[in-house]
């Protein structure tokens, strides 16, 4: 089945650091959507990307789609104590699923 | 936003005993609601889909007998494992997509429950 590789696993940047997690599908999506779980919490949706190169920002973050809609990034700018969680990315399911096929995510801690 | 909501949030049980958690869409009706496993630092494991109506698809590995599960209405789906042991212990997270708004729809995630067994 399809597979969606995340990484890194940890990473642990200074306040202020830029900060990147990075995933790649073992086949090509439709979408891809990224999620913030802080720690405690439950995971919330933050943006989906549809079009091959598609590249979309929030504020500090910023998202990117591969050419071949199989990777993608995101990137956070000048990372503050409150960007601390973890980071999934998320491609569909099977052909006729519902299901979202998670990446293991990347756990970011900010060193004040 | 739509809301998905999950209760309890936190439940201790002693070993043997069974527990329930609830999962609600509250202003969307989810045919397909999904149930995760979590564990400590780790990603979130999918262990069925719950479908309004018809049974379960449990995924590999899953003990259907242990987590019964039933969606009863469209905006209920519930989680119950039987007989629990303290290896069952885990945060258990359900999800809901509003497929009237596109199957491309992102999902919304239940709060949480942490369960404990002693």
């Known amino acids: 089945g399809q597979q969606v590789m995340q990484i890194p696993q940890y990473q642990h940047v200074q306040e202020g650091e830029d900060f990147t997690t990075y995933c790649n599908s073992s086949?090509?999506?439709?979408?891809i959507q990224w999620y913030k779980q802080r720690p405690g919490g439950h995971p919330v949706f933050l943006i989906q990307l549809v079009k091959s190169g598609e590249v979309k920002k929030q504020k500090r973050l910023t998202f990117q789609f591969g050419e071949a809609k199989k990777n993608s990034s995101l990137h956070i700018t000048a990372t503050q104590t409150t960007d601390v969680g973890t980071y999934f990315c998320a491609g569909p399911g099977g052909a006729g699923s519902y299901q979202l096929t998670f990446g293991k995510g990347t756990k970011l801690s900010v060193i004040p | 936003g739509a809301v998905v909501s999950q209760h309890p949030s936190r439940v201790i049980c002693k070993s043997g005993t069974s527990v329930k958690i609830e999962c609600r869409s509250l202003d969307f009706q989810a045919t397909t609601m999904f149930w995760y496993r979590q564990f400590p630092k780790q990603s979130l494991m999918l262990m069925a889909t719950?479908?309004?109506?018809?049974?379960?698809?449990?995924e590999q590995g899953v003990e259907k007998d242990k987590f019964l599960i039933n969606h009863a209405s469209l905006t209920l789906s519930t989680l119950t494992v039987t007989s629990a042991h303290p290896e069952d212990s885990s945060f258990y997270i359900c999800?809901?997509?509003?497929?009237?708004?596109?199957?491309?729809?992102?999902?919304?995630f239940g709060q949480g429950t942490r369960l404990t067994v002693v």
């Open positions: 086949t090509t999506l439709s979408n």
């Open positions: 719950s479908n309004e109506g018809s049974k379960a698809t449990y």
């Open positions: 999800s809901a997509r509003d497929y009237l708004q596109g199957t491309n729809t992102e999902a919304f």
